[in-house]
């Protein structure tokens, strides 16, 4: 390995990690006023309805376009350029079907709850457009694959936040200009579409592709890869639990303003976590082209990062714990108290998904989420349940619920990460 390379593209991904960030933060500063000042209350609340069940298509794919993406990767570590053109013909036809399959049942279901009077012609075209947007989005693991397998996983992530940013830009736009969601639906799956083929066109040049066309999978291929994907959907799942559903847990045993303690307190405990997560997202594809050549020298990476990630955890805590009473009460204006001992066990558990992310990053890497995964659901959802059926209302007893989870899954991570790189010497 060409240490000093793969040290700069490192870096380079860290930078580009970071741009990420500030893309999403600066389209969620401007994005909720905007929509509120040009929408009323309950157009906005339709769009956010409408847009969270959109979200669910994400995973229309079954996990499997991420499992090509790492086969794609570890095909160019390896330099086998065939098996590159292979898996991405194949994942562009797993794509097709997949996207048509799903975009078919919506159409249906739309046309089911038109018939049964449930929704507006109109509200059913603005989540059916919505919808083709996700499934379109699911591409970008097949460009993100490509991307790496060129050593651009850094250009990779600027291009595709870049056109990002400008997919949501074009929707602020028409919602300012026509204050319609759907006309501004239809210019956000539009810009997705021409943003696609800008996509497939600019990497075949670049990487010297032999062109974009799909290729079947035989049954034995579909079954091994969506065996595969669906570790990727229980390991979204298990983020989606401890995000969404450790807010629906607290609504259900509490009341909203617990509901909105939580929320701003989980969201500040996080943003070391981001940091974090930015340093240790560049060695994915590293350790994924290293695995198949090298695992020796992937584990001496992943320590090394795992050391960086260390420190940096302890540090950006000890600075967050200090002055985090005054950024709570500037942030929310006075509306949200200060409890130490919430926040502090919150940041508990913030740092500990911090601490075993290198080892989550390994194991995603080479496809080997699939237990580890199954694991921590069944963990996670024991802890929940325990809350929901015992009606503790308390944030301080659900926020050592939760520490007490991801404590379970933070040593199923890094033991099993241990176990494949012994099994691999």
Known sequence: MQSTK???RISYGVLANFYSQGIGIILQLVSVPLFLYVLNAHEYGKWLMYSSVSQLFMMADIGVIAVIMNKITMSAGAGDWVAVNLYRAKGLWWFLCSSLFFLSI????????????LIEKYDALVVVVLIGYILFGNIIGI?????RSCDQYAKGVVVTQSIRFIETGLLLLFIYLSKSILVSAVVMLSARVLSTIFLAIWLNKECQLAGWYPKMMNFQEIRENVKLGVS??????????TIQGVTLVVGLVANPVSV??????????????????????????????????NGAEVGEILIGLKNKITYLTIALYLVLMVFSPQIISIWTQGQIAFEFNVFFLMCLSASVIALSYPDKIFLSAINRVGKVSIFALCIYFSF??????????SLLFIACALLASEICVGFLNIRASRIILWNRR
């Open 260 to 293: 909105a303690v939580y929320n701003t307190y989980r969201t500040l405990a996080r943003l070391p976590l981001q940091i974090t997560n930015s340093v240790a997202n560049p060695y994915w594809p590293e350790f994924s082209k290293l695995w198949s050549i």
């Open 143 to 147: 460009f993100d694959g490509v991307f």
């Open 232 to 241: 990727w959907i229980l390991y979204r799942l298990g983020d989606m639990v």
């Open 106 to 117: 919506a159409v249906l279901a739309m046309f089911l709850l038109i018939g049964l009077d």
């Open 384 to 393: 929940l349940s325990a809350v929901v059926l015992l009606d503790i209302s």
């Open 6 to 8: 793969v040290k700069k």
